[in-house]
């Protein structure tokens, strides 16, 4: 069925992290976020989310350039628009307009719930996902000392989770993840993330990793970088996976044809929504590449997308998809996701949509800035 979208309502909330999370390139402890919610002309409602952070220390966008884009450009190429298909989105947002792919992101995958809520069929059905279970992995921020990142390893292996990540940069690395790898045995499904932390200077270095029996190495280069990645990957045996770099299919095409990496995290938010998401799996698949999915601290919303994308047969490695108690007090979504003892997260298929009630009432609460953008009349 067809999408006509009548409005857009940007929300702001503040969402306090239980704890504060350390990567490379900075610390959060109270995430801001952007909640779109979407109605139809055919009268139905979905809400998404805009990963983007607070400051442009992952990508250049932040929460508020991605409010801008909505408001200023996005907005008036979608609103009173009718959309045959999801995938028709996309082409439209592109069109002599670079960038802004997480602001994109976030309508172009409100029309995919909506258009989910009009076929009466689940998020993830919509997408053609089969998966009715994820593997989930968590990621640990840096910590003090590699005594303190033993004791989260651990406790996160017992908890049932199929992957621990493990944030690095120089200084926090080696030490760090041999203290993790003797304390949880040589086999468990251990990876490192660098978010960008080292340059071609640290080659030598990097490539002592390769003793560490890591399943990848996230990222270790520029956040924007294909080509030095690729010397790097000669010389290591250590699978890169590349997270910042892949912002479209385009440089997923790159990484494969240069070595750039041998897998991909997919966050659909980082590269324009879920068309381009599903675009990035299949290339993905067709040169045997495994891809996960990985997470940008979403609220209990944008979850849900996470968790749909990720039923597709090449998500075959454990997503960052940990469960709302690991992020929050209280999520803004009924029920919390959550994850069984063998770290699995069910696909929600029941209903039509997301899969998760929004609690909309919370979400008022926490708002700070609201604004709806309508058709001018
Ligand atoms: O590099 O994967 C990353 C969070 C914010 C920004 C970048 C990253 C991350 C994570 C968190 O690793 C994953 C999660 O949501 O649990
Ligand atoms: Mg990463």
Not at 260 to 266: A, T
Request: proline residues 5%.
């Amino acid at each position: 069925m067809t999408v006509t979208i009548k409005t857009l309502t940007l929300h702001e909330i503040r969402l306090q992290l239980r704890e504060p999370f350390t990567i490379s390139s900075g610390t959060i402890s109270m995430r801001r976020i952007l909640l779109l919610e979407l109605t139809s002309m055919e009268g139905a409602t979905a809400w998404a989310e805009c990963v983007a952070g607070e400051m442009p220390n992952y990508s250049p966008e932040t929460i508020d350039t991605c409010a801008f884009a909505i408001r200023e450009w996005i907005a008036l190429r979608v609103l009173g628009r009718t959309f045959d298909h999801p995938n028709d989105v996309s082409p439209e947002l592109e069109r002599n307009f670079r960038g802004h792919r997480m602001a994109k992101a976030a309508i172009e995958m409100g029309v995919w719930a909506l258009s989910a809520i009009h076929d009466g069929v689940s998020l993830a059905e919509q997408i053609g996902g089969q998966r009715e279970e994820i593997e989930t992995g968590i990621s640990l921020g840096i910590e003090p000392t590699p005594a303190d990142l033993v004791e989260r390893a651990r406790a996160a292996f017992e908890e049932g989770y199929r992957k621990v990540k493990i944030k690095i940069q120089p200084g926090s690395d080696i030490e760090f993840l041999q203290a993790a790898r003797d304390a949880v045995g040589s086999d468990a499904a251990l990876m490192a993330d660098a978010n960008n932390a080292y340059t071609s200077a640290d080659f030598d270095h990097l490539t002592r990793f390769d003793e560490l029996n890591l399943m990848m190495i996230e990222q270790p280069l520029a956040w924007d970088d294909v080509v030095q990645h690729a010397e790097l990957q000669k010389r290591m045996r250590t699978p890169i996976c590349l997270d910042e770099s892949i912002t479209g299919c385009d440089r997923a095409a790159d990484m494969i044809a240069l070595g750039g990496g041998r897998i991909v995290n997919i966050k659909p938010g980082r590269v324009g929504g879920f068309s381009e998401s599903i675009r990035i799996h299949d290339l993905c698949a067709k040169h045997g590449i495994p891809v996960w999915c990985g997470g940008m601290f979403e609220s209990g919303i944008g979850r849900s997308y996470n968790v749909a994308l990720a039923s597709l047969p090449n998500f075959t490695l454990p997503g960052d998809l940990s469960p709302s108690a690991r992020y929050w007090e209280q999520d803004i979504v009924t029920p919390e996701w959550t994850m069984d003892g063998e770290g699995r997260v069910k696909v929600p298929r029941s209903e039509p949509g997301i899969g998760v009630t929004v609690d909309v009432d919370r979400i008022a609460d926490l708002t700070v800035r609201q604004e709806t953008i309508c058709e001018s009349p």
